[in-house]
């Protein structure tokens, strides 16, 4: 039989926090407020149907899911999903795909940082799921020639809840 109709406030995902404030714990996202974390990512990083992602982000976490994932459908674009992340390959996957953003973290911005080589023409790159220490940021901006947007969310907001503008706001 066909799959009975959705609403918006329905369940349609449960995810767990990563107990960066204690135990993690299970927490019900509905069909809206995902949506809403996608359309927030799509807004602050002027996401459209000429982006395409390179999700090198675990699906298992609110940021592959939401931020990187769901943000780039909606908008129109489309997204690479390679294996798991490496940074050797991180670049070469980038240009061959045409890929025009990606989310990272701070572990993995430092694993580019020290594998270095010559960064592929994004538009932008992102930070978040941990803080980003200053000195790591300029570098990878400085070693790469690409802005590095810094963005937080959670769990429990759906993903992403605010970002710092894309270049050349401030």
Known sequence: PPPPPLHPDDDALLDYTSGSTGRPKGVLMSHRGLLAGAWNTVVA??????????????????????????????????????RRFQAASFWEWARGHGCTWSALTPSLITQLVRQGGAAAPL????????????????????IFSLPLIEAMGSTEAGGAIFSNPLPPAV
Do not use: I, K, Y
């Not at 982000?57 to 674009?77: D, E, I, R, W």
């Open 45 to 82: 990083h002027a996401l459209s149907e000429c982006d395409r992602s390179l999700c090198v982000l675990p699906l298992h976490h609110m940021n592959a899911q939401v931020v990187t994932l769901l943000a780039t459908l909606v908008s129109g674009g489309s997204v690479v999903l390679p």
């Open 123 to 142: 538009r932008f790159a992102r930070s978040s799921s941990a803080l980003l220490a200053p000195e790591l940021h300029r570098q990878f901006e400085q």
